[in-house]
């Protein structure tokens, strides 16, 4: 019952076809790529020397319509390609393995009829269909070259390109990308069992970016930093003219008190002399810094901005005594090493417009600056050199990788600190005398207060006219002799007295000025 099934249905498609081609009736067209082969060939022209190429469809069947009556054919290739007959003027080409073949069609006296040359390629119309689907704005072409893919057109944004790829991708590792083979056969060929072997094509991307986004990134670094410092001491002698004591304490939380004395008590109880030398000091500050860099760059490449420069950093200061050969006296001679640093405002940025409203960024941003927090005085015992100041450098810098929308902000990095330190240092024993032992101790007491915050802010822009934008320099004027001598001016307000005036309630001048 199973073979007479099969023979049944065999005979019924045979007959089909059959009636459909002699009604003259015609299977409606299926839209296909470059790669699938029209449903049906027709060959007008026989004889030797007729060729014809026939673009043929993996796993996919092309009816050829033959001007005489063939007698016998040949495949050259049967792995690739199979032909079959049902009547002497029509033969069925199935495509069993992408490759190229050709087939030869002879007549009932051994005349060649005509020669076909056969590519068995991937049928890409499904995958450009997906492509219509899933990318809707884009104008994408899908050609097979040598069993690989090829991508060619247009797309709007590079993220378009890169769901081109993915689906074409995923087309080369199932459904038409694989080819079947027979693994197992019944004794009588009417049970197969099929294998699919993966293929290991290739995706050749060719589209095309319509228009470079180009992302300009604004960085914002503001920081207010309060500084506190309160340090009191007491340095003393005590002496009897010949023999005594002095003690100095140490300045516990940086040297930023002098040396010398502030302030100075004496007395004598008898021959004996008691001293006490006073160091105090209070200090507050209070620093503002804000940095707002801008950099534009095309979506994908790294752009880079640096503006600042180099600052020499005092090292390590000798002084040593060499015999002057004319006088013979000793002389004191300094040799000193610095130190160069970089500080300035740095921005480096790396966007990709992943769509309309999503902009993917990497981000490098550093403000730094010399500064005289925890700075060091080193002194010498030669009076006429001065000593060292060794100072520092502040800096403030952020790396991270962000998603924002064009025209959208975010703080990438923030900071509040506020520090205390309060130190207490003096002369054993006496120190800890109740009222009197406060001249034998010195107390230091430091705060910082300082709050930071790093704002990007990226923006889609386009190129516009050179005279829709401003310099800072625009109608620059400097003052003339009488501003300059009677009112101490340096220049007058300037800007574009032509552009629009901003959108907001302003208190003040307007525009770049310059003091």
Known sequence: ?????????????????????????MLPAVPTAQAAASSVVRIVESGPGVKRKVNLGLNKAVVVDLPTDAHDILVADPVLADAVTRTSRRIYLFGKTVGQTNIFVF?????????????????????EANLRRFIPEADINVEIISDNVVLTGTVRTPLDSTKAVDLARAFLQGGEATTRNITAQGTNGDADIFAEERQTSQIVNLLTVEGEDQVTLKVTVAEVSRQVLKQLGFNGRISDGESGLSFRNPANLGDAIGVGANALIKGSIGPTTISSYINAMEQAGVMR?????????????????????????????????????????????????????EYGIRLNFKPVVLGAGRISLAIETEVSEPTYEGSVVTGNSFRDIPGNTFLGIRRREASTSVELPSGGSIVIAGLV?????????????????????????????QRN?????????????????????????????PANDLESFFVGRVNRIYGRPEAAPPVGRYHGNVGFIYK
């Open 449 to 477: 207060e300082s709050e930071l915050v790093i704002i990007a802010t990226p923006y889609l822009v386009r190129p516009v006219a050179r005279s829709a934008l401003s310099r800072p320099d625009d109608n620059f004027n």
């Open 1 to 25: 019952m199973k073979r007479s099934g099969n023979t049944f249905r065999t005979c019924l498609a045979a007959g089909l076809s059959f009636s459909l081609t002699f009604s003259g009736l």
């Open 417 to 445: 600190q506020d520090n205390i330190r309060q130190a207490m240092s003096g002369l054993p024993g006496a120190s800890k005398i109740p009222i009197l032992g406060t001249l034998f101790r010195s107390k230091d007491f």
């Open 107 to 127: 007549g009932p006296n051994g005349e060649e009829i005509v020669s076909l040359e056969v590519a068995v390629e991937r049928d890409v119309a499904g995958l």
């Open 289 to 341: 810094t804000l940095a707002e860099p801008s950099l534009t760059a095309i979506s994908g490449q790294e752009a880079k901005f640096y503006v600042g420069g180099e600052f020499r950093l005092a090292g390590v200061q000798e002084i040593t005594t060499e015999e002057d050969e004319a006088t013979g006296e000793s002389v004191p001679v300094v040799e000193r090493e610095v130190e160069d640093a």
